[in-house]
């Protein structure tokens, strides 16, 4: 399946950022590319700043144009989405990685998350939610599609190997900490734990970041995705 164009780049709707998110296409579909850039490029705070049409030009192409996201499909003919989100994910300061795909199975939507990407989701998405979703991922905030985030539970829900693991995992965090890693795996940004839990944002980025050094992963998706996995949220 390939996007849709539409008219043109979405419309502004608040205040000009000086300093738009800068995004990298990667998809072996040129008409998806274009579609994308018509629909991106140039749209509310963000800038495409370059494209690649297999996993395995990703490295290049970001040595020569720093980006805050990677619009990422899974299957190419040469290096593969997942492969692909590791290895940007691997870099010094790398971008957040969003995978837009049709494909959706437990076994991709699992194996890029757990790959380090931020987000996932579908491209026949409305191009303002892939927007957002581009706009969120550059802010840390997880992002998945209503569907995949359903087909993940149900297939993490019958996983007791998991569970236990998982479980296990979260049982070295401290109990605020355990809170705010339960608030994660319910997709809640920063101020929306601040409010649940009676804390400051700053405090909340805190408890995150703790939340992450001690599990040893590496965004707030793959939190959510743990979170999941122990049947906590």
Do not use: C
């Amino acid at each position: 399946m390939t996007t849709t164009p539409g008219p043109g780049p979405l419309p502004a709707t608040g205040p000009v950022d000086e300093t738009p998110v800068r995004i990298v296409l990667v998809d072996d579909d040129a008409l998806v590319r274009a579609g994308l850039r018509l629909m991106l490029d140039g749209a509310h705070g963000m800038r495409v700043v370059a494209e690649a049409a297999d996993g395995a030009d990703v490295p290049g192409v970001l040595d020569a144009h720093p980006a805050d996201v990677v619009l990422m499909d899974l299957r190419m003919p040469g290096v593969d989405g997942v492969t692909a989100t590791r290895r940007v994910r691997a870099r010094p300061a790398p971008p957040a990685v969003v995978v837009l795909t049709t494909f959706d199975t437990a076994e991709e939507v699992g194996g890029a998350l757990r790959a380090g990407a931020a987000g996932y989701l579908l491209k026949d998405m409305p191009p303002a939610r892939i927007a957002a979703a581009v706009h969120a991922a550059a802010a840390g905030e997880p992002v998945l599609a209503p569907d995949v985030a359903r087909r993940l539970m149900a297939a993490v829900a019958g996983s007791d190997g998991s569970r236990d693991r998982a479980r296990a995992a979260l049982d070295a965090l401290t109990a605020r900490e355990r809170d705010v890693a339960v608030e994660l795996g319910l997709g809640a940004s920063n101020a929306d734990i601040a409010a649940r839990l009676y804390l400051s944002v700053p405090t909340v980025k805190a408890h995150v970041s703790s939340v992450l050094e001690k599990l040893g992963l590496e965004n707030r998706t793959q939190v959510a995705l743990l979170v999941h996995d122990a049947g906590e949220a």
